[in-house]
Every structure is written in C-alpha cells, then in structure tokens.
C-alpha cells in the first residue's frame, strides 16, 4: 500500500506540474522546499551535516541559509524534470550555458567515446536533454533502481522521452552494454559521487575518507574513451554547466595494477567534483548520509545504539 501511494503521488505530480504555467510551477516548488525546509526533517538536517564539510566555516545561521537554498534548488530540479517532457528544444537551449562543450564533441568527432561523470549538483536531467535535443548526441546512462517498480519504470520512461538510452543499476549487463557504446565513440553520462555498491574506492573528500564508485574510470581506461568530470550549477534561470579537462589515464609510474589505475582516475575525478560541489554547495542535492561517519551513525540508531557485529 505505501509504494502504491508513492507511485500515486509522484504520478499525480508529474502530471499537475507539467501542466500548470512555468510561473506557478516555480512559485509552488518554493513553497514546497520552504515548508519542508522549516520542519527541519531528517532530509534536512543530513543536509545540513553534509554541506557544514563542504563549508567548514560556516556558522549555524549560514548552514540554515544554504539548506534553505539547498531545498530550494532541490525543488528546483523536481519542478523542471516534470516539466521536461513538454519543453520544445528552443526551451532547452534557451535554459542551458556549458563551458568546455568542445571537449566532448572533438572526442566524438575523433571516434573516442566519452564517459561524462558528474555529481548530483543541480539538474543532471536537463543537461542530458540538452545534449539529446541540442547536440543532438546519443547519450546512454544508468538509473539506480527504485521502489515501487512501477516509480522505476515511470523514470525510465521519462528520461526515454528525452532521448536516453536508460540501464538499469542493478546486475551486470550494464557494464557490458556502456562498454559497446564506449568502444563505438558514444556518449556514456553517469552521476558519480555516490558509491551504491558497497565496493567503490576510498577517495579523500572535504576532509573526510569517502567512497566513489570505480566505474567510470574503469570504464574509461577499458575502452580507451575520455573521462570528463563536469561540474552544474543553477545561474539565476539558467543552468550552467562546466565541461572539466580529461581524466588522465596514469603511467605504471603512478599504478601497477588496473584496480591501482582506476583508483587514481577516481580520485583525480572527485577532486574535480571537490571544486564544482565548493563553488556551488547550495546545488548539491545530496540529502543522504554521505560518509561512512553519517551512514554508520545512521545504522547504530536504527540498531539501538549497536553497530553490527
């Protein structure tokens, strides 16, 4: 009964949202961030503990400020992605600004693939659409699976209608169909600062030991395709975006072994992911334990103040 309901709500407000005038579907997704900004929630306060790393500096007052604004951009990026589907192309375009964009097409035109990485900063949708509808360049990605199956399949649609081409997190199939795209000079975009595997590589991150997932470097180095980190960020009504330099792939010098190598390309990435989250933290929507410190803290209190033996 809850996943029915939660499928029943986010498909009720797919359709209100996209239907409503672009003015009002931004004033409510205000309204919305504000109030549960104010009920200071759990998503909240993760927020919160997750951005005073990314600003050590910051007072209380000035935590408060960006996760109001944190909410506000994460609202944001709901408001827009509902909308999505029914913006023309000259919508999109209008709404976009990317820096370094020629680093991805000299690629493409070289016949290299591109594994363009990314964190969850801003609107990673609409910078896919972009490139779909402007660029008019195929793009492959990869979903994280979500409850209920039908909230799953209703996502994998929307990006679909987008013009993705849309794999499923889960089992190994993925890996092997990115590969294809990659070794055929495709277009392979992936959010990469959250490790869902448990398997990912230890990576210093604002201080603290993080893990990221070794995909995409893998993934790069494997297929001889160019690992562009990119960094997002909302610009008043535009979202920009900034296209990194490429990853590179590190001598027997720096790496022994493959899982040495794609460590050290992980680490480069996160860094890059360092500086965009830092110049923009209030467009990080990342409202989950992040470091193994939050997400073990997390677990003790649903344990009774036990960790696992």
Not at 15 to 33: H, W
């Amino acid at each position: 009964m809850k996943e029915r309901l939660t499928d029943a709500g986010y498909a009720l407000a797919w359709a209100a949202v996209r239907r409503m005038p672009e003015r009002a579907a931004d004033a409510l997704g205000r309204r919305v961030a504000d109030t549960t900004w104010r009920r200071r929630g759990p998503a909240v306060l993760q927020l919160e503990a997750n951005l005073a790393r990314v600003v050590p500096d910051a007072g209380p007052e000035r935590l408060r400020e960006l996760s109001r604004q944190g909410m506000r951009s994460y609202l944001r990026y709901w408001t827009e992605s509902f909308r999505l589907p029914v913006w023309s192309p000259e919508r999109i375009e209008r709404g976009v600004r990317v820096e370094g964009i020629e680093r991805v097409t000299d690629a493409l035109d070289a016949g290299r693939g591109v594994v363009l990485a990314l964190p969850h900063l801003a609107n990673w949708d609409l910078a896919g659409a972009w490139g779909t509808t402007v660029l008019k360049v195929p793009l492959t990605t990869v979903a994280e699976r979500l409850r209920p199956e039908s909230l799953y399949d209703r996502f994998v649609a929307h990006r679909e209608s987008l013009g993705m081409e849309v794999l499923p997190h889960t089992g190994g199939a993925a890996l092997g169909v990115l590969a294809r795209r990659l070794r055929a000079g495709g277009l392979v975009a992936l959010v990469a600062d959250r490790d869902l595997t448990g398997s990912g590589g230890e990576v210093e991150f604002f201080g603290e030991t993080a893990r990221f997932p070794l995909g995409p470097a893998k993934l790069a180095r494997q297929t001889g395709a160019d690992l562009l980190p990119a960094s997002l960020w909302y610009d008043g009504p535009l979202l920009r975006a900034r296209i990194h330099p490429a990853v590179p792939v590190p001598g027997p010098e720096e790496a022994a072994t493959r899982e040495e190598a794609a460590l050290v390309m992980t680490r480069r990435m996160a860094a890059r992911f360092a500086e965009g989250i830092a110049a923009h933290p209030q467009d990080w929507h990342m409202l989950q334990p992040f470091w193994p410190r939050d997400r073990e803290a997390r677990a003790a209190a649903r344990h009774g103040g036990r960790t696992r033996a």
